[in-house]
């Protein structure tokens, strides 16, 4: 990834607004190269499992502290449950 597509801001989550966390977030998920991008529907069936985990609270798994969203969509990463769920 070149510097230019960097998506720091240098700043926390804290000062961004909730639409800018989301937004870089997209953005990030966007950016990634396609070798190490699930399917469209790998993707999607990893958040419908989220969705019905009870480690779930407000977009975050409380299990590793990551954004469901952007651990789904990448091919390396797992669900870090003791079961894992995909």
Known sequence: MDSAARICKRCLLRDMDEAGIFQSMYDYIARLDEDDK??????ERRLGKCRECEQLISGMCRVCGCYVEMRAAMKVRHCPGIHPLW
């Open 38 to 43: 699930v399917s469209d529907e790998e993707y």
